[in-house]
C-alpha cells in the first residue's frame, strides 16, 4: 500500500505529461484530479492505522543485494500525519494555482514529483532511499521557485538549491560511514534504519555523524545560523511553492531530526541537548523579532515560521513525552496554519499585485471573508485556545520545561511575540478606514477560495477540540523513541517528563 | 636467458662499420691532392654562378613519397624476421604475416586511388574536399 | 629457439574486427565514392561485430585463458567490460558526430576509419597486461585522436585543439614510456600480473626506481584523463574539435587510461599502495576541487564540460583510491554514455557550422527545443549525480570504496565538491529554462537523436534499477 502511495503522484505526473501541451485547460484540472487519488489512500491509511510503537504496513524489496538496499518502507505514527498532511496540500496547492499563466503542465508535473518525493522520504526505512527522496525532490522544488517565482527567483532558488544540497551531501557522507561501519561490526551491508541504529558506535564517530545529520536537518528546518536562505526562497516562490515550502518540505527538517538523529545517534543526541534548544530559542525569539519589522507580508510569514519551527526543534529535543508529542503535532499544525497564511497572502497578491504591507488597509471592509479567513488562521498561528496551535504549544511548553527550564520561559515570549507581529500585521492590512483606492474595489473570497481554505480551516478547529484524534496514533511512537534513548544512554527522563508521570497522578488525584 | 654475449655479434657489427667509415674518410684525406680553387669551391660546376641563396622550401611531395617509403621499409623489416622462423610460427605466422601485409597492401591501394602517386598535383585536386557539395556529386 | 606463443584469437578479434572495418571504410570510399549512407552501414555493421565478438569473449572467457599471447593481452572480465564501454562509446559518438562527418565530404570516411581505428587502439590498451603493449595500443589511440582533433580544419580553432593536443599527448605518451622503461629497470618486468607477482614474493633492494617508474607512469596516464593538475589541454581540445566527435574523444580518452591507471595500480602495484595511495588521493582531491570550481566560471559549454571532466576524473580517482574496480567500471560507463549525449546536445545547438557553444546560445532552449532541453536536463543532473539518476550510484559506489579503505577525509571533500559541481550544472539549466531565447526557430536533430534517447534513457533506468549494469560490473574482475 505504501509503495502505492509514493508511486501514485509519479504515475499521475506521467499521465498529466502524456496531455499534449496544446490542451492547456486540462493539465490543471487533471493533475487536481489525480492528486485527490494519494489523498483518498492517505485518508483511508489513516483510519485503518492501528495506534502501536512498531512500523506498519512495511513494504520490503531488495533493491541492490551486495550492498544491502532496499526500497523498505513503513509508516508510524511519526510520519503518518506528515504524509497525510501532504496530500492533503497538494490538490489544494495546485488548486490554488489557477493564476499561473505560462508553462501549467510542468508546473503540474513538478508538483506532483514533488509530492512523490516528500511521501517516499517520509515513508523510507533504508537511509539509502531516504537520501535518494530527500534529494531528489530539490530539483521540482528548485524548478518551482526558478520558473514561476517572481523577480529574484533564480537567486533565491539557487540559494535554496546549495544551501539543502551542502548539507545533504554531509549527511551522504555520514550515511556512507554508517553503513560501512555495519560491514566492520557484522559482516554485511545494510542501510536500513532499524539496523544501523542498533551499531555500536564510538563516541567520537557518534558525534561526527549526528553533527552531519543535524546539519542538514538543521539547514532544512531551518534552525538559526542555517535560515537565511529561508525567506528569499518564500519571497519568490509562487503561492504553491510557498506552501508545500513551508507546510511539507520544512517538516523533513523536524521529521529528520526526530526519526533519525534520535534513533541513530541517541548518546550523540542527548549531548547535543543544550545546543539544539539554544538554537531553537534563539531562532524562536531571532524569527519573532525579525518578522515584526518586516515590510513584506510575505516575508513576514516566512520569518513567522523560522520562529514557529523553533518550537517544533525545541520540543523534540526536550526528550519527553509532551514534547514530542508537541512537536509532531507542531509538525501538523504549522503546515496547517502557515499552508493556509501563504494561500491567503497569495490571494491578496493575486488582487493587488503587491505584498507590501504599507501599500494595504482597511481591507476588512472591501474583503470581509477574506480578512475573517486570515484573522482565523492568525488566531490559530498564535495559538488561541480552542484552535490547533494553543494544543501544539502547550505540550511543547509543558513538555519542555521539566527538562529546560529557563529556555522553556525565553521560548514562550515567542508566542507572545508572534501575538505581537501577526496581530500587528493584521491591524495594519485589515483594520482602519481603506484610504487608497486600489483597496477600495478589490472582490472578495470566490467560491472555489473559500473551498481551499475551509478543509483547513475545519482540520484547525477538529485537533484543537478533540486532539486525540492524532494523539493517540502518535503516542506510541513518539513513546518509543524515548525509550530507544533512555535504553540506550543513561539519560533520565526529567519528572513529570513522562505519561507515566501525568497518569499517576491522576489517579491520586 | 639472453645475456650480453648474444649482444657480440651486433657489437662487432658497429665496430666494423666504425673503422670502415673512419678510415675511408682518413685514407682519402691522406692519399688525395689538396688543390682548391675558386671554381672547385663553386656550389655547382655548371659554370652558372649562382646569384641567390638557394630556396630552401621544396614541395610537401617529396614528404609523401619519403613516408610512403617508411612504411614499405618498416614492412621489409618484419617480413625478414618472419620469413628467418616461419617453420616454427607455422600457420598461426602466415596468418599474421597475411594481415599485416594486407593492411600495408590496403594502405597502399588507399593513398594510390586518392591520388598520392600522382606527381602532378592539380590531378590530385579533384579530392580536396570542398564540404557538401562533393557530397551531392 | 624461439616457441611461438599461445594464440588466441578471439582475444584480439574485436580489435581485429575494427581495424579490418577502418580500412574497409576506406577503401569502399576510394572505389566506389558511395554517399555518406554507405558509410554508415559499414561502420555500423563494423562496431556491431566488434559487439557481438566482445560479447563472445564475456560468454568465452574462463580463468584458465585469461593471458593470452605469451602474456601480452588478456581477456579477463574487467578488459571486456571496458571494451563494451569503448565499442558503445564509439557507436554513440558515431550517431552523434555523424552531422559532421557526412559533411566533411570525400574525408569523411578519413574521419570513420580514425574514430575506428582509435576504438581498436583504446580496445588493446584495456586489454593489455604487458607495459609495453599498453604503451603501442595507447599511441594507436592517442595518434588517431589528434588527427581526428584537427578535422574540422575549416576552423582555426580547430587546428589550434589538433596541434596542443598532439604536443601535450605526446609529451604525456613520453612520461608514461619512461616510467614504463623505470618499472623494467626495477623489477625486470613488462608484465603487470608478473609485477605483481614479483612484489608479493620478494623484497625489492631499489624500490625508489619503481616507486619513480609508477609515478611517471600515473602522470603520463592522468594526462590522457585530464586529472588535474595535468588537464590544461582539456578545455582547449575540448572547445577547438569538432562538436559532434568531442565527446567520442574525451570519452574513450577516459575510459582507457582509468581502465590502464586500475589495471596498473590495483593489479601490479597493489603492494606498494601504501607509497601511491597518498599521491592518487591528492591528485583526485586537486581535480575535484579544481574542476568543480573552475567550472562555476566558464561562459562557454564545452569549457565548462572540459572542467566538469576534470572533476569527474577527480571523482573515479576516489573510486580508484578505493580500489573498488567494479564502481570505477560503473562510473565510467555512465559518465561515457552522459558525455557523449552532452555533446550531442552542444553539437545540435552549435548547429551545422559548428559555430561556437556560448552559453549565450542555451538562453531560452527550453522554450526553443523542448525535448533537446529536457534531454540535456536530465544529463546534466545525471552528471551532476543528483538521486534517482545513475551518476548517483555511481558517486556512492566510489565514495563508498574510498571510505572503506580508510579516506574519509576525501569522501568529505568530495561531497563538497559535488555541490560545487551541482551548481554549474545547474546553472545551464537555470539559462535553459528561465533566461528568455535570443535566437529563435526549433534547432534540427538529426541522428543525434538516438543518442539522447539512450543517454537519457541510461541516467534514468540505471538511475532507478542499477543493478543489471552494477552486477555485470561486479563480475567484470581484473586478472
Known sequence: ?509 | MVTLADYLPIGIMLLLAAVFVAVSLIASRLVRPDRPTAAKLDPYESGIVPETEPVQRFPVKFYLVAMLFVIFDVEIIFLFAWASIYDTLGWYGVAAIFIFTFFVAETLAYVWKRGALDWNVHRRARYIPSGATDEAA | MITPPEISWLAIAPDLALTLGAALVLLVDVQWKPVARVHAWVSGVTVAVAAGLTVAQWIQAAPADALAFSGLITMDGFAIFTRLVLIAATALGLAAGWRFVAGLGRRGAEAIALVLLATSGFSLMVASNNLVMMFMGLEVGSIALYVVAGLARERRESEEAAIKYFLLGSFASAIFIYGVALIYAGTGQFEIVGIRDLLAGFVVSSPAVIYIGVGLVVVGLAFKVSAAPFHAWAPDVYQGAPAGLVGYMATVAKVAGFAAIARILLTGVLDLSGSWLPVVAGISVVSMLLGSVLALVQGDVRRLLAYSGVSHAGFIMTGVVGGATDAVLFYLAIYAIQLIGAFAVVAVVAGPDAAGSSIDQYRGLGRRSPLLAGAFTVILLGMGGLPVTSGFVAKFGVFTGAWAEGYEWLVIVAVVATVVALAFYIRVIVVMYMDEAQEEGTLRIGPERWVLVLAVAATILWGIFPASLLDLAADALPI
Open chain 1, 1 to 509: 500500500m505504501l509503495t502505492a502511495l509514493v508511486l501514485l503522484p509519479v504515475v499521475a505526473a506521467i499521465v498529466v505529461m502524456l496531455v499534449p501541451g496544446g490542451r492547456r485547460e486540462v493539465h490543471l484540472p487533471l493533475g487536481i484530479a489525480l492528486s485527490i487519488f494519494p489523498l483518498a489512500l492517505a485518508g483511508y491509511l489513516f483510519w485503518v492505522f492501528e495506534p502501536a510503537a512498531g512500523f506498519q504496513y512495511v513494504d520490503r524489496v531488495t533493491w541492490y543485494e551486495p550492498w544491502g538496499i532496499d526500497w523498505h518502507l513503513g509508516v508510524d505514527g511519526i510520519s503518518l500525519p506528515m504524509v497525510v498532511l501532504t496530500t492533503l496540500l497538494v490538490p489544494i496547492a495546485l488548486a490554488a494555482s489557477t493564476s499561473i499563466d505560462r508553462r501549467i503542465k510542468e508546473f503540474v508535473v513538478y508538483t506532483l514529483f514533488l509530492e512523490a518525493g516528500l511521501i517516499g522520504a517520509f515513508l523510507s526505512l533504508d537511509l539509502f532511499l531516504f537520501f535518494v527522496f530527500f534529494e531528489a525532490m530539490l530539483i521540482p522544488m528548485y524548478f518551482i521557485i526558478g520558473i514561476w517565482g517572481s523577480e529574484r527567483r533564480i537567486y533565491a532558488a539557487m540559494k535554496f538549491l546549495i544551501y539543502t544540497a551542502f548539507g545533504s551531501a554531509l549527511m551522504l557522507a555520514a550515511i556512507i560511514g554508517l553503513a560501512l561501519t555495519h560491514v566492520d561490526q557484522t559482516g554485511s551491508a545494510s542501510f536500513a534504519l532499524s539496523d544501523l541504529a542498533a551499531l555500536d558506535l564510538s563516541v567520537g564517530a557518534e558525534r561526527l555523524f549526528f553533527a552531519a545529520f543535524a546539519i542538514a536537518f538543521a539547514i532544512k528546518v531551518p534552525l538559526f545560523p542555517f535560515h537565511t536562505w529561508l525567506p528569499d526562497a518564500h519571497v519568490e516562490a509562487p503561492t504553491a511553492g510557498s506552501v508545500l515550502l513551508a507546510a511539507v518540505l520544512l517538516k523533513l527538517g523536524t521529521y529528520g531530526l526526530l526519526r533519525f538523529n534520535m534513533a541513530l545517534f541517541p548518546e550523540a543526541s542527548v549531548d547535543a541537548i543544550p545546543i539544539m534548544a539554544i538554537l531553537a530559542v534563539i531562532g524562536i525569539i531571532y524569527g519573532a523579532v525579525v518578522a515584526i519589522v518586516q515590510p513584506d507580508l510575505k516575508k513576514l510569514v516566512a520569518y513567522s515560521s523560522v520562529s514557529h519551527l523553533g518550537f517544533i526543534v525545541l520540543g523534540t529535543f526536550a526528550l519527553t513525552s509532551g514534547g514530542l508529542q508537541g512537536a509532531v503535532i507542531q509538525n501538523v499544525n504549522h503546515g496547517l496554519t502557515t499552508g493556509a497564511l501563504f494561500l491567503l497572502v497569495g490571494m491578496i497578491y493575486d488582487r493587488r499585485h503587491t505584498k507590501k504591507i504599507a501599500d494595504f488597509g482597511g481591507l476588512q471592509k472591501t474583503v470581509p471573508l477574506l480578512a475573517g479567513f486570515f484573522l482565523f488562521m492568525t488566531f490559530a498561528s498564535i495559538g488561541l485556545p480552542g484552535l490547533n496551535g494553543f494544543i501544539g504549544e502547550f505540550l511543547v511548553l509543558m513538555g519542555s520545561f521539566p527538562a529546560l527550564p529557563s529556555l522553556t520561559v525565553i521560548a514562550a515570549l515567542g508566542v507572545v511575540l508572534a501575538a505581537i507581529y501577526l496581530l500587528w500585521a493584521y491591524e495594519r492590512v485589515f483594520t482602519g478606514v481603506p484610504d487608497k483606492d486600489e483597496n477600495k474595489a478589490l472582490s472578495d473570497l470566490s467560491a472555489r477560495e473559500i473551498a481551499l481554505l475551509a478543509p483547513l480551516a475545519a482540520l484547525i478547529v477538529v485537533i484543537g477540540i478533540y486532539p486525540g484524534l492524532l494523539l493517540d496514533k502518535i503516542t506510541p511512537s513518539t513513546e518509543a523513541v524515548i525509550d530507544h534513548v533512555v535504553e540506550q544512554t543513561d539519560f533520565v527522563v526529567p519528572e513529570p517528563g513522562r505519561i507515566a508521570d501525568v497518569h499517576v497522578a491522576g489517579d491520586e488525584g
